[in-house]
């Protein structure tokens, strides 16, 4: 692992994150509470954010690689599938995880929840 790799997750792990278990030990996801962000810099990309209720945690995924918007269903560049469940929207939890998420990578993100179940990909 490169060093700035590693002072990403040192910043990350810090007040009340942490790091996720491997794809392999938990290889889906449901969140409740959800949305979808983009990110511009460094490069544009979308990632789910929401409440994972069985881990009791807020989660913000790694960059989404294809997405379902009739089934809210998704898969990450991990290789992760996330089912999205219930209505738009976030709990304390997923907002916490979010911003201190986009303060550790230096990014900022907009909500395109309607514009993806909207529209094409």
Known sequence: MNENVKQQFAVLITGGIWATR???DEPSITLT?????ETVEPEPSRHF????????EGRVSSPIVTFDAET???????GRVYQL???PGLNGDAE????????????DATDVTDA??????
């Open 22 to 24: 491997p794809v392999e």
């Open 33 to 37: 509470s959800w949305m979808i962000i």
């Open 49 to 56: 954010v929401g409440y994972n209720g069985p881990g009791r």
């Open 72 to 78: 809210l269903r998704g898969i990450t560049h991990t």
């Open 85 to 87: 469940s219930g209505s």
């Open 96 to 107: 916490y995880v979010l911003g201190r998420w986009k303060s550790g990578y230096k990014v």
């Open 116 to 121: 993806v179940l909207e529209g094409p990909q």
